[in-house]
T-cell receptor, first 114, second 114 residues
């Protein structure tokens, strides 16, 4: 079975500052990893994913995450945040080839302050 | 392509009633999963349907049921509603083409049980 830990329930940060949202996972098999973002009163939007290949993956709005197999981590980073990045971020894991068995972390609220 | 659509977006019911939620997946996607999201329990997997058959089921009572139609549209039913069923219900459709395996989520249905 897989599990996901997001240690930070809330991360306050000032606008234009860098941010890192931490995600660690546990699994006895190879995994896919995902970050989803949820804006207030909306569903989940896929932010980025690691399926295979390069361990550094990027989103179109400046976020990036690096798959670190030895540390079983998939931390999300952005060098300069905007007010509009305020949202809840969920890390998720599934066995390879089985995203129908997606397991989510508890979420991290990124609160960007002016 | 149009995204995952869910109807209705908001519902208010009273205890003891039943409710039906609808989900239309992205065109061409045959797998539909349902999740319940609450502040206390986070995102919990309800069930997955593929080609009109329930393929996986989470740990929810039998009051929660679903079905999938030949056009891949899915419905979820909750009978004998309880206050604790108040939640955001998310539907996800799964893309499995080539090397891609990813779930895409709809905007959700916010159910309030009074």
């Amino acid at each position: 079975a897989q599990s996901v830990t997001q240690l930070d329930s809330q991360v306050p940060v000032f606008e234009e500052a860098p941010v890192e949202l931490r995600c660690n996972y546990s699994s006895s098999v190879s995994v896919y990893l995902f970050w989803y973002v949820q804006y207030p009163n909306q569903g989940l939007q896929l932010l980025l994913k690691y399926l295979s290949g390069s361990t550094l993956v990027e989103s179109i709005n400046g976020f990036e995450a690096e798959f670190n197999k030895s540390q079983t981590s998939f931390h999300l980073r952005k060098p300069s945040v905007h007010i509009s990045d305020t949202a809840e971020y969920f890390c998720a894991v599934s066995p390879v080839g089985a995203t129908n068995k997606l397991i989510f972390g508890t979420g991290t609220l990124l609160a960007v302050q002016p | 392509k149009a995204g995952v659509t869910q109807t209705p977006r908001y519902l208010i019911k009273t205890r003891g009633q039943q409710v039906t939620l609808s989900c239309s997946p992205i065109s061409g996607h045959r797998s539909v999963s349902w999740y319940q999201q609450t502040p206390g329990q986070g995102l919990q997997f309800l069930f997955e349907y593929f080609s009109e058959t329930q393929r996986n089921k989470g740990n929810f009572p039998g009051r929660f049921s679903g079905r999938q139609f030949s056009n891949s549209r899915s419905e979820m039913n909750v009978s004998t509603l309880e206050l604790g069923d108040s939640a955001l219900y998310l539907c996800a459709s799964r893309e499995t083409t080539g090397e891609t395996d990813t779930q895409y989520f709809g905007p959700g249905t916010r159910l309030t049980v009074l």
